[in-house]
């Protein structure tokens, strides 16, 4: 079952794993090991921290989200998704700031899995992902600007329209031959797949740059220039410095660091599983996830999420199980090992060049442009996300982008809530195909009928008392047919209770009619049902009409004709 609380490494050994599989996820492992290793070192530059954190997230955290994992062929680490909301935390709050919100957010995550949480992520809409992940696309594009044009600012940008502003003034600082080697390794990422796929093209780019760099002795920066060496082994792990003061301030930063990493974590599983034919555990890799950001930190780490990328890699180069993942953490440690102080070598201009492609994929700029021809609403929510996130903040626009999606889910929901007056319909001789097991029946000339479509919730309720507002005298009788309400709220049982007592005022006797047993049992659960009375609630329109027929108090012959 795909709600079981089981890691999948554990249900693959079970199975029985032999060699052949153990051998397919120890070369894919190797191979996803090196893309990754560019990508850990670009994310965390790109992020505001040390490259070696990237790293030290991509072995930590890639190791336990394999080894935890609800999908079996996942691979986990620092992701571009989590560039600008890492960096403003980073600028607000430093490191420390930056661990105790990734932390909350790895708590939150195993909660959300515990709760069984994991199904609730695709209530998520599409257009305001969508939104969010073009808005983080353009943003990792635009910071990129600078070390691939080599450029020298002289101060710190506030914002992407600053940073555009700067960019210009700064255009004399252009440093030619960073161009050049940004645009040599741009050509290679772009056009070495087509040469093989076997040689990861982010590692060609790498060392023929980084080659061509020092060779030729050219003036461009280095990760040594910029950030110094990068150690070559694993930092011991160290509680990270906790102020408690600083918890408020970091609540809504954790809620986005947790929700990004469940939405992009189970979006690479969804991928995964048409790759594969198989199902993930939703609930089970939340709870992965969730333990793998608590634990990244511990060790210096960033935020970390399964990579969409880096899983397909693994399918396509033949993973089978999360031991490829588990491979994938090993490789990239052991690179770290033996060649991480040649990592300060690295041509600034190149990783820029990297994310620039990675920026390119993560757009989606085809789903963005077709998203124009959706419903006016969801042009609406897509833009606004897109907005805030370009110009304001990533959190903000998150949480905007989930209240105006359920504002307009709501108003779309009271727009399909129909109320009808079927008894006015009928005398004017409405051709209503619903209406027709009305048909050979009689409404006495006392009763008024009200039928109601769809959901009736608080949305939907100043509809139905307006349409009730039409009646010009007050019946005897008010008949109120519920056999299209699927659900009802608080909000819509307070308004029965405000027409049950403005009948009683009316001397008009209310009568239900149509009950769906889960919204009899609401009611049951209330005053409601009570103060109507069980005589007055029928589980078909013909017992309450006839019930109707033998209270009016004018004769039979005095009723409307047959419908």
């Not at 909301?85 to 790895?106: C, N, P, W």
């Not at 101060?155 to 940004?182: F, H, K, P, W």
């Not at 087509?194 to 002795?217: C, D, E, Q, R, W």
């Not at 097991?437 to 919730?457: M, N, W, Y």
């Given at each position: ?212 760099v020092h060779g ?5 920066a280095t990760i ?175 949480e905007t982008g ?162």
């Amino acid at each position: 079952m795909t709600s079981r609380l089981v890691p999948e490494l554990w249900c693959c050994l079970k199975e029985g794993y032999n060699r052949k599989r153990l051998v397919e996820d120890l070369l894919s492992g190797m191979i996803v090991g090196i893309v990754a290793l560019p990508l850990a070192i670009a994310f965390a530059i790109a992020s505001g921290v040390k490259p070696e954190q990237g790293l030290y997230t991509a072995v930590i955290a890639g190791f336990l989200i394999s080894l935890l994992s609800g999908s079996r062929v996942q691979i986990g680490g620092p992701t571009g998704a989590f560039i600008v909301v890492v960096f403003s935390i980073v600028q607000q709050h430093g490191y420390a700031g930056l661990a105790m919100a990734t932390i909350m957010a790895g708590a939150l995550l195993v909660v959300m899995g515990l709760c069984r949480m994991g199904g609730a992520i695709k209530f998520i809409p599409y257009p305001m992902t969508i939104g969010f992940t073009s808005g983080i696309a353009l943003i990792i594009a635009i910071t990129q600007v600078k070390d691939l044009l080599g450029l020298t600012l002289t101060r710190s940008a506030e914002g992407i329209v600053d940073r555009i502003v700067l960019y210009a003034d700064a255009v004399g600082t252009l440093n030619v031959q960073a161009v050049l080697v940004g645009a040599l390794a741009m050509f290679i990422l772009l056009f070495w797949p087509k040469v093989t796929k076997k040689v990861p093209g982010s590692i060609v780019a790498l060392v023929v740059t980084t080659a061509l760099v020092h060779g030729l002795n050219w003036p461009v920066a280095t990760i040594g220039s910029a950030f110094g060496d990068v150690p070559s082994t694993l930092p011991l792990p160290r509680v990270p410095d906790i102020d408690l003061s600083m918890i408020p301030q970091l609540v809504s930063p954790a809620l986005t660091i947790a929700l990004l990493a469940a939405i992009e974590s189970l979006l690479s599983a969804v991928v995964a599983d048409g790759m594969t034919g198989r199902r993930h555990k939703s609930n089970m890799e939340l709870v992965a996830q969730g333990v793998a950001n608590m634990v990244s930190p511990l060790f210096g780490g960033i935020p970390a999420t399964g990579a969409i990328a880096r899983t397909a890699t693994n399918v396509k180069n033949g993973g089978t199980s999360p031991v490829s993942g588990i491979v994938h953490a090993l490789t990239l440690l052991l690179i770290m090992m033996l060649f991480g102080r040649w990592a300060r070598l690295i041509p600034m201009t190149t990783l820029a060049a990297i994310l620039l492609i990675v920026a390119y994929h993560m757009s989606e700029w085809r789903h963005f442009i077709k998203l124009f021809r959706s419903p006016r609403n969801d042009i609406v929510v897509m833009l606004t996300t897109f907005g805030l996130t370009v110009f304001v903040d990533l959190t903000v626009a998150i949480e905007t982008g989930v209240v105006l999606s359920a504002l307009l889910f709501m108003q779309r929901m009271a727009n399909a809530t129909e109320v009808r007056h079927i008894s006015r319909e009928i005398n004017e001789d409405f051709d209503q195909e619903d209406d027709r097991p009305l048909c050979g029946r009689q409404i006495p000339s006392c009763v008024e009928v009200f039928e109601i479509h769809g959901p009736f919730f608080f949305g939907a309720t100043n509809q139905f008392k307006d349409t009730l507002s039409i009646i010009e005298k007050p019946p005897q009788i008010l008949i109120l047919r519920m056999r299209h309400i699927f659900t009802i709220d608080a909000t819509a049982i307070r308004v029965l209770e405000d027409v049950l007592d403005k009948t009683r005022r009316d001397n008009t006797q209310l009568m239900l009619s149509g009950v769906r047993p889960h919204l009899l049992k609401k009611l049951k659960k209330t005053h409601l049902y009570e103060e109507i009375g069980e005589d007055n609630i029928f589980p078909e329109i013909d017992s309450a009409l006839n019930v109707a027929r033998e209270l009016c108090r004018k004769p039979e012959g005095n009723e409307c004709p047959d419908v």
